[in-house]
């Protein structure tokens, strides 16, 4: 069930798809409604955000790709790593080697 080579495993099934895609890990309402707060308690991403709408023209007017930004800069963009990994271990005992 948990080989990826398996005709009738999880990967079969699509049930590891979750992890496997990149995909976007935060609603951009719940996420937008703390931005306020993270941009005033944190002068170096307030600094850092100013900087880059000033110098990216499309960043300055538009609102999806600030949001953007700001997730990929902010500590809630590491829930990205988890992308593309295979959700499952394997211990192997060293004689079945």
Known sequence: MLEPQSESGFFAWNFFDSFLEGQDWYSVWGFESHLKVL??????????F????SEDERMASDPVVQLQW???NTPVSELEKRT?????GRIMKKDNL
Not at 39 to 48: V, Y
């Open 39 to 48: 941009l005033d308690s944190d002068p170096g991403i307030r600094a850092a």
């Open 50 to 53: 100013d900087k880059a709408r």
């Open 84 to 88: 593309r990994l295979y959700p499952v």
């Open 70 to 72: 700001l997730y990929q």
